[in-house]
Structure formats: C-alpha cells, structure tokens
C-alpha cells in the first residue's frame, strides 16, 4: 500500500536518484497545495518522469472539478474523525470504537497506510482475521470473538468511511470500508430468574453502595454507565423521577419512574451528598462481588447488564406495552425488546400443563371452552 512520506516544503516539482535506494524520487505539489516527498518506484529517470506527469494530470483533474481522492494517512485520517465522532455517541460506545481502531484496525491497515490505497479486498481480508482472532479480555480460557463483536468492528470501520466520503474531506471517492457482509449472529438466550432469587441475590450483595444500584439498575433498567453517571440533580424534587443524561446515545435523554425503594435510596443521599454530585460514582469492576451474591442465592452466572435483562422481563411481565418499554428500556427499535416478551421456561410449563388438563376436561366433555364472542354476539 502506497504510504505517504513526511516531507519538508519545496516549491518545484523534480524527480532525482537518491542515495541508498535503486527508485528515483520526487518532489511535487498536490492540488490541495500541499508539498509531497515519495518515491516513484522507478529505476530510471525516464519512468520517473513519467510518474511525475501522471501526478500533474491528476493534479490539473482536481482542479478542474474531477472527483479524486484526497491522500491521507488513515492514522491522522482517525485521530480527526474520532475527535468528531465523540460528539455524536455515548461515552461507552466511543471508547469500545476507539479500542477497535486502535487495537485491530490500525495494527492491520498500518497507521502511516494512505486510506484511498484501501480496497474492498483489503476489507473482506480484515474481516476475515477478525473471525479468527481471540477475545482480548478471555485470558483464563482463550475463545474466537463473537460474530456480533466482528459486525460491530465493520460498522464502526464503515461509520468512518462515510465521514471520509463527506465532499470538502474527500478522503475515499467511494466507501469501500461499507463493502462487506455481515456474519450472522446467533441469538444468546437471557438469563432468568424469579423475584425471591433476585431479593436474594440483592440482600447477598455484600456492598453497600453497590448494593444500592443495583436495586437502582432492577427498578429502572438503566445499565451500569448510566447508573454510575446519574446526578443527584438530574432526580426530580420530589423523587419520583430519575432522568438519565449519559446514555448510550449521547443526545438522547431518558426519564424513568422510580419505584419506592429507589426513592427512600435518594432521600438518604440527598442528606449526606457525594461532593462530585453523582448519587453513586464509579463502581469499579462489581464481577467478584456479583459472583460471590449470585452463589448465596443460588443462581448461575450473573453480570451487571443481566440486570437490564431481568428488569425488562418482568416490566413486560407486568403489562408494559411494546412502546411503554421501548420508551422506558431507552430502545431505538423494537427488536430486542420483542425478546423480552417471551414467557420464561417455568411460565411455559405451567402454562402448557393447564392446556393439556383443559383438552382432557373438554374431550370429557366436563368443561365447556372460553371463548372471546360476548353473549348473543354473531361469532361470524
């Protein structure tokens, strides 16, 4: 891939042999003004020369209007869009972008790599080693990463192709980082658990700030971020309802109604506020003390977002409509939250029992089926 050499500024455009290296060199000004050094992988002047030509008609192309690729590298071509990119998301979701382009797109791309050198073949070859490589964070037992981290790290990678075919940016003349196909992504089953496991599970909790949100994070359903970052201030007067500035989209703000449990957790807060304002801060890494919880009330492997998980269950469990729990959960669509109506195992059993006893009582003729008609209404 052609890499864009750091030259000092020059103001004619020469070829010249160089020592050191069989390729003759040239210096140059491109159709943005700026002054350019590299080498023109040419053994003799003759073909030197002639490289330098077909950069002046490039030049002369631009000038005249014709749509040609600006040279950057994608290092700095990064740096300026995530600056941008900041702006426009949520804090958690910036900085997995930033892990991905710092960890897997730049060490495979190269930072000095110009972007337009950059093809589609190049991107379907990214994707392929990211199928392949292991989890970062797996270090006990080392696992491929999932489908679902490998999308995300394509999308992010063609978020940023947009951003470079934006016209005054002209970095791509076309976004080639969009070219791929995303991998399917097999549904992870939620966790499940009933009431009395999640009381247990709260009164095991062996912190007492922790265990605050967490009751916080099962009565609202807001993730571990947005509990952390809430403000005693961003609680209305009489406690009845909390407003979550820092969500997972950055400009979007989401009231929740808080239960009565939330609200005497507040009262005492705001008689002994935290001097940076929040009513809970930083966290800090909760596994240990969720593992050592979720083993007293005997339940399996629970994590911080599980709690979102359980919250929204029981929410639709309750009669929440699709739309009270989208607005309430902070969902842009309906697609995970259709999830959360499915009935748990236990339900369906006992569910499914009550069927079956139902059709032995009607084939005996005992009982006669319900049905949805009123009275002396026309079934048809």
Same mark, same amino acid.
């Not at 589609?120 to 070859?125: I, L, Q």
């Not at 007492?208 to 916080?216: D, H, L, S, W």
């Not at 807001?222 to 609680?235: C, M, N, P, T």
């Given at each position: 891939?052609?890499?864009?050499?750091?030259?000092k500024?020059?103001? $004619? $455009?020469?070829?010249?042999?160089?020592?050191?290296?069989?390729?003759?060199?040239?210096?140059?000004?491109?159709?943005?003004?700026?002054?350019?050094?590299?080498?023109?992988?040419?053994?003799?002047e003759?073909?030197?020369?002639?490289?330098l030509?077909?950069?002046?008609?490039?030049r002369?192309?631009?000038l /005249?209007?014709?749509?040609t690729?600006?040279?950057?590298?994608?290092?700095?071509?990064?740096?300026e869009?995530?600056?941008?990119?900041?702006?426009?998301?949520?804090?958690?979701?910036?900085?997995?972008?930033?892990?991905?382009?710092?960890?897997?797109?730049?060490?495979?791309f190269?930072?000095?790599?110009?972007?337009?050198?950059?093809g589609?073949?190049?991107?379907?070859?990214?994707?392929?080693?990211?199928?392949?490589? %292991?989890?970062?964070?797996?270090?006990?037992?080392?696992?491929p990463? %999932?489908?679902?981290?490998?999308?995300?790290?394509?999308?992010?990678? /063609?978020?940023?192709?947009?951003?470079?075919?934006?016209?005054?940016?002209?970095?791509? +003349?076309?976004?080639?980082?969009?070219?791929?196909?995303?991998?399917?992504?097999?549904?992870?089953?939620?966790?499940?658990?009933?009431?009395?496991?999640?009381?247990?599970?709260?009164?095991?909790?062996?912190?007492?700030?922790?265990?605050?949100?967490?009751?916080? %994070?099962?009565?609202?359903?807001a993730?571990?971020?947005?509990?952390?970052?809430?403000?005693?201030?961003?609680?209305?007067?009489?406690?009845?309802?909390?407003?979550?500035?820092? +969500?997972?989209?950055?400009?979007?703000?989401?009231?929740?109604a808080?239960?009565?449990?939330?609200?005497?957790?507040?009262?005492?807060?705001?008689?002994?506020?935290?001097?940076?304002g929040l009513?809970?801060?930083?966290?800090?890494?909760?596994?240990?003390?969720?593992?050592?919880?979720?083993?007293?009330?005997?339940?399996?492997?629970?994590?911080?977002?599980?709690?979102?998980?359980?919250? /929204?269950?029981?929410?639709? /469990?309750?009669?929440?409509?699709?739309?009270?729990?989208?607005?309430?959960?902070?969902?842009?669509?309906p697609?995970?939250?259709k999830?959360?109506?499915?009935?748990?195992v236990?339900? %369906?059993?006992?569910?499914? $029992?009550?069927?079956?006893?139902?059709?032995?009582?009607?084939?005996?003729?005992a009982?006669?089926?319900?049905?949805?008609?009123?009275?002396?209404?026309?079934?048809?």
């Amino acid at each position: 891939m052609q890499k864009i050499r750091r030259a000092k500024p020059t103001t $004619s $455009s020469t070829v010249y042999p160089r020592k050191g290296t069989k390729y003759w060199w040239a210096d140059y000004t491109d159709a943005w003004g700026a002054f350019r050094r590299e080498s023109t992988k040419c053994t003799d002047e003759g073909s030197a020369r002639a490289w330098l030509a077909i950069k002046e008609v490039e030049r002369l192309q631009i000038l /005249a209007g014709g749509k040609t690729a600006r040279p950057v590298t994608l290092g700095d071509a990064i740096v300026e869009w995530m600056v941008e990119y900041e702006t426009g998301v949520g804090e958690s979701w910036f900085i997995t972008v930033r892990g991905f382009m710092r960890h897997q797109v730049l060490p495979h791309f190269g930072a000095e790599t110009v972007v337009s050198a950059i093809g589609a073949a190049h991107v379907v070859t990214f994707q392929s080693k990211q199928r392949g490589r %292991m989890n970062r964070n797996c270090t006990k037992t080392p696992r491929p990463v %999932m489908p679902a981290t490998v999308n995300r790290t394509l999308a992010a990678l /063609a978020s940023f192709g947009t951003w470079c075919c934006l016209d005054g940016r002209n970095y791509l +003349t076309e976004n080639v980082f969009s070219e791929y196909k995303a991998d399917h992504e097999a549904e992870r089953s939620l966790p499940e658990a009933d009431i009395l496991q999640l009381d247990a599970f709260v009164e095991a909790i062996d912190v007492v700030r922790v265990k605050e949100a967490i009751i916080f %994070m099962l009565d609202t359903g807001a993730r571990q971020g947005e509990v952390e970052k809430l403000a005693l201030a961003s609680i209305s007067a009489d406690n009845s309802t909390a407003t979550f500035l820092k +969500t997972k989209d950055a400009d979007k703000l989401r009231p929740s109604a808080m239960t009565s449990r939330c609200k005497t957790i507040v009262e005492n807060a705001r008689k002994s506020p935290r001097p940076d304002g929040l009513l809970f801060g930083e966290l800090g890494n909760v596994r240990r003390v969720f593992a050592r919880a979720a083993k007293k009330a005997g339940m399996g492997h629970v994590w911080p977002h599980a709690l979102r998980h359980f919250w /929204a269950t029981h929410f639709v /469990a309750a009669g929440a409509t699709l739309p009270e729990t989208m607005a309430a959960g902070g969902w842009a669509t309906p697609r995970m939250v259709k999830r959360y109506a499915h009935a748990s195992v236990k339900a %369906m059993a006992t569910a499914s $029992s009550r069927m079956e006893a139902m059709r032995d009582q009607l084939r005996k003729g005992a009982v006669q089926p319900h049905h949805s008609v009123t009275e002396g209404s026309n079934p048809a």
